[in-house]
């Protein structure tokens, strides 16, 4: 039977996974090719999950043994749709699968979002992860107190990166220049602020219990924010363990010697960042005092109570979800930031598919995407079994590389990839980190080069 040749458009765990049960396949056996616009596999594990957490890193090593399986190869530094288009893809393999990620963020919409100081969390991340795209951000961490919008995990990665200490952080493969920024950093409270109360927070448990074992941080909240012991019986076992931790902490009261402070908002939603004239220095913002209303939806909503209430501060991060782009030539839900699909299979298209974040939008965690992916697949293969693309000119394996090397000035294969790891490693022996971040193209080239 003839090898099937499938494209992944992104290399983050949600590419990973697809790749993994494509070349599980036998009837028909499938070669992956996977492509990124970066250097650098594994997406978020790589740019997005906050560098204190190295098990959560440690996923990598599933997608390292997946890459060195006979039959899958990568291409770093190819950006389809500028380098490369969609159609110019599409024709030359049997199904393209993208598998993109949410890769911008969510707008408050709200007056003085863009003033100095503001910053989305999804670049900050970026930036203190080394991605290539955020190196430049340099944000200023000269004030005293940050307020981080949202309750979910990213604004707990945020709130947690701001207050790490100095040895914690030297522990782990944050990019050196942003180990620099925190090691300097005045900030030395954080307040995360939830639009609905404690039950409605997006937080998991591990992230919330975390926080006490971090040195010299004291978390903070008001006791009159916790719901009564008697309804906990009624919430589910994750959202019940959250709600007591943070009784807990309320119960306690903070460590008024803590060098460092988070506190807990509930029940505030972001109707201003304010700062002098139209774009001045961000400090402060203001707050909506919110009630909680059921909707009819079963929805637990937030009401403007009409109470306002200003926090004082001079950095912003709002960590209120990611979006996806649109990649052109593919269709696109403004909407949702998604791509319209059944069950992984783009609508309008024969031969496309969609995994991950961009598919079902970002939410879940990492190993959320493998359930996902596995539908894909699933689809995938049932449709190169109905034989629909035999006969077509699929490029060979040799074709795809010398078409891609005529387009991609700085392409980078597996190896090349293998060599900037190796090094990053190495790189972190000494100072006994998991590795030291390489983060531009120039570097990453020049080592490529020099092996
Ligand atoms: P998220 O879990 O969806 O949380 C977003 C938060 O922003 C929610 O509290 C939401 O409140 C709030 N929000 C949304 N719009 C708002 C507005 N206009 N004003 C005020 N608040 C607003 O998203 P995320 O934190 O970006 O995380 C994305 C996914 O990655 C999640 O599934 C998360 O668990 C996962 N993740 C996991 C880890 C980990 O496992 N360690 C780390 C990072 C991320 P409402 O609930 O009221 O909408």
Same mark, same amino acid.
Request: hydrophobic share 35%; with cysteine.
């Given at each position: 039977?003839?090898?099937?040749?499938?494209a992944i458009v992104g290399s983050g765990?949600s590419g990973?996974? *697809?790749?993994?049960?494509?070349?599980?396949?036998?009837?028909?056996?499938?070669?992956?090719d996977m492509y990124d616009r970066l250097a650098t596999p594994w997406g978020l594990?790589r740019a997005g999950?906050?560098?204190?957490?190295?098990? @959560?890193?440690?996923?990598?090593?599933?997608?390292?043994?997946?890459?060195?399986?006979?039959?899958?190869?990568f291409f770093g530094h190819v950006h389809i749709g500028e380098d490369v288009t969609v159609?110019e893809l599409?024709?030359?393999?049997?199904?393209v699968i993208y598998a993109v990620g949410s890769q911008t963020?969510?707008?408050?919409?709200?007056? +003085?979002?863009?003033?100095?100081?503001?910053?989305?969390?999804v670049?900050?991340?970026g930036?203190?992860?080394g991605h290539p795209d955020y190196v430049?951000?340099?944000?200023?961490?000269?004030?005293?107190?940050?307020?981080? @919008?949202?309750?979910?995990?990213?604004?707990?990665?945020?709130?947690?990166?701001?207050?790490?200490?100095?040895?914690?952080?030297?522990?782990?493969?944050? *990019? =050196?220049?942003?180990?620099?920024?925190?090691?300097?950093?005045?900030?030395?409270?954080?307040?995360?602020?939830?639009?609905?109360?404690?039950?409605?927070?997006?937080?998991?448990?591990?992230?919330?219990?975390?926080?006490?074992?971090?040195?010299?941080?004291?978390?903070?909240?008001?006791?009159?924010? @916790?719901?009564?012991?008697?309804? =906990?019986?009624?919430?589910?076992?994750?959202?019940?363990?959250?709600?007591?931790?943070?009784?807990? #902490?309320?119960?306690? &009261?903070?460590?008024?010697?803590?060098?460092?402070?988070?506190?807990?908002?509930?029940?505030?939603?972001?109707?201003?960042?304010?700062?002098?004239?139209?774009?001045?220095?961000?400090?402060?913002?203001?707050?909506?005092?919110?009630?909680? %209303?059921?909707?009819?939806?079963?929805?637990?909503?937030?009401?403007?109570?009409?109470?306002?209430?200003?926090?004082?501060? +001079?950095?912003?991060?709002?960590?209120?979800?990611?979006?996806g782009v649109a990649l052109p030539g593919v269709?696109?839900? %403004?909407?949702?930031?998604?791509?319209?699909?059944?069950?992984?299979?783009?609508?309008?298209?024969?031969?496309?598919?969609?995994?991950g #974040?961009i598919?079902?939008?970002?939410?879940?965690?990492? &190993?959320?995407?493998?359930?996902?992916?596995? %539908?894909?697949?699933?689809?995938?293969?049932?449709?190169?079994?109905?034989? *629909?693309?035999?006969?077509? $000119?699929?490029? $060979?394996?040799?074709?795809?590389?010398? #078409?891609l $090397?005529?387009r991609c000035a700085d392409l980078v294969d597996?190896?090349g990839w %293998?060599?900037i790891?190796?090094?990053?490693?190495?790189?972190?022996?000494? &100072?006994?980190?998991?590795?030291?971040?390489?983060t531009d193209r120039?570097?990453f080239m020049?080592?490529?080069?020099?092996?």
């Amino acid at each position: 039977m003839r090898t099937h040749a499938v494209a992944i458009v992104g290399s983050g765990p949600s590419g990973f996974y *697809a790749a993994g049960a494509l070349l599980d396949s036998e009837d028909p056996p499938v070669r992956v090719d996977m492509y990124d616009r970066l250097a650098t596999p594994w997406g978020l594990v790589r740019a997005g999950v906050a560098p204190d957490h190295p098990k @959560i890193k440690s996923v990598s090593n599933q997608y390292e043994k997946i890459a060195a399986r006979p039959g899958f190869r990568f291409f770093g530094h190819v950006h389809i749709g500028e380098d490369v288009t969609v159609d110019e893809l599409v024709e030359r393999y049997d199904a393209v699968i993208y598998a993109v990620g949410s890769q911008t963020e969510r707008r408050l919409g709200i007056e +003085g979002e863009d003033r100095p100081g503001s910053l989305a969390s999804v670049d900050f991340v970026g930036w203190y992860n080394g991605h290539p795209d955020y190196v430049d951000l340099d944000p200023e961490l000269s004030a005293e107190r940050a307020v981080v @919008i949202g309750a979910g995990n990213v604004a707990l990665d945020v709130a947690r990166m701001l207050l790490l200490g100095e040895a914690d952080l030297r522990a782990t493969d944050t *990019a =050196d220049h942003a180990i620099t920024s925190f090691v300097g950093s005045s900030v030395r409270e954080v307040v995360v602020c939830g639009r609905r109360g404690p039950v409605e927070a997006a937080f998991t448990t591990t992230e919330l219990r975390e926080l006490d074992e971090i040195d010299g941080l004291t978390t903070v909240v008001d006791p009159a924010q @916790i719901p009564s012991a008697d309804g =906990d019986a009624d919430l589910a076992k994750g959202t019940r363990r959250n709600v007591e931790i943070l009784r807990g #902490w309320a119960e306690r &009261g903070p460590d008024p010697d803590a060098e460092r402070r988070m506190e807990f908002r509930f029940l505030r939603s972001p109707l201003r960042i304010l700062g002098d004239g139209d774009d001045g220095p961000v400090t402060g913002v203001e707050l909506a005092v919110n009630r909680l %209303e059921a909707s009819e939806d079963g929805r637990v909503r937030p009401v403007d109570t009409g109470d306002r209430e200003t926090v004082e501060c +001079g950095l912003v991060f709002r960590a209120v979800g990611y979006k996806g782009v649109a990649l052109p030539g593919v269709p696109f839900d %403004e909407g949702s930031g998604t791509i319209p699909h059944t069950e992984g299979r783009i609508e309008g298209r024969e031969r496309e598919y969609v995994v991950g #974040w961009i598919k079902r939008g970002p939410t879940g965690i990492i &190993g959320t995407n493998r359930k996902d992916a596995n %539908e894909t697949v699933r689809h995938l293969l049932a449709d190169l079994a109905t034989g *629909a693309r035999d006969g077509a $000119s699929v490029a $060979s394996a040799e074709e795809v590389e010398e #078409w891609l $090397s005529g387009r991609c000035a700085d392409l980078v294969d597996l190896d090349g990839w %293998e060599a900037i790891d190796a090094h990053e490693r190495a790189a972190g022996e000494t &100072g006994g980190r998991p590795r030291v971040k390489v983060t531009d193209r120039t570097s990453f080239m020049d080592l490529i080069r020099s092996r």
